[in-house]
């Protein structure tokens, strides 16, 4: 199965501050099966970046997503209060679909 | 917006099976243009693709659980369920329902979850 390692496992970052969290793949993955998501305590995970670049409904543009590679990147602009929660990258371009073990982005 | 709500038992035996169900608010269950997946988290830690179903396709399992796993449709009460059986306690987690458009795995709709512990 491939296997998703994100990177870093803790981000602490200021409001305002820029934030760029890294999903490594383990082999091959189409862009188009790439996908992020936000997760909050208590809270189901919520789709942020679909196809690793396009951006689900409502979700702000400070949100960016790329690919290189076997490496996709999820780029907060400038942070927002609202954004300090962990992020998960997913793909199912290979069964089992596979989630990394996600990015913490914490207030510093 | 489609809402979904997961139930079932939240302590389970070990050995025993775990159920649960996932009540869709909309009539989509009915359609082949959606794929219906659960997803589990076991505390603290990150999520886990269990398998999906879909009308027209039928179900695909995550290897590592198949053949505990079944998963099935009841469109007359817009419920998909989930049983897993001869449960541990590894088995304990939340318990997510979620949707996305068919031959998609984008789950832009999840239930609130469910939390499940196995204990005896």
């Known amino acids: 199965e491939i296997v998703l390692t994100q990177s870093p496992g803790t981000l602490s970052l200021s409001p305002g501050e820029r934030a760029t969290l890294s999903c490594r793949a383990s082999?091959?993955?189409?862009?188009?099966?790439l996908v992020w998501y936000q997760q909050k305590p208590g809270q189901a995970p919520r789709l942020l970046i679909y196809?690793?670049?396009s951006r689900a409904t409502g979700i702000p543009d400070r949100f960016s997503g790329s690919a290189s590679g076997t490496d996709f990147t999820l780029t907060i602009s400038r942070l927002e209060p609202e954004d300090f929660a962990v992020y998960y990258c997913h793909q199912y371009d290979s069964s089992p679909q596979t989630f990394g073990q996600g990015t913490k982005v914490e207030i510093k | 917006q489609v809402q979904l709500q997961e139930s079932g038992p939240g302590l389970v035996k070990p050995s025993e099976t775990l159920s649960l169900t996932c009540t869709v608010s909309?009539?989509?269950?009915?359609?082949?243009?959606?794929?219906w997946t659960w997803i589990r988290q076991p505390a603290g830690k990150g999520l886990e693709w269990i398998g999906r179903?879909?009308?027209?396709?039928?179900?695909n399992y995550n290897p590592s659980l198949k053949s505990r796993v079944t998963m099935s449709v009841d469109t007359s009460k817009k419920q998909f369920s989930l049983k897993l059986t001869s449960v541990t306690a590894a088995d304990t987690a939340v318990y997510y329902c979620?949707?996305?458009?068919?031959?998609?795995?984008?789950?832009?709709?999840w239930g609130q979850g469910a939390l499940v512990t196995v204990s005896s």
């Open positions: 979620a949707r996305s458009v068919a031959g998609t795995a984008d789950f832009d709709c």
């Open positions: 196809g690793a670049s």
């Open positions: 179903f879909s009308t027209s396709e039928g179900t």
């Open positions: 082999q091959s993955v189409r862009s188009k099966y």
């Open positions: 909309d009539g989509s269950i009915s359609s082949d243009s959606y794929y």
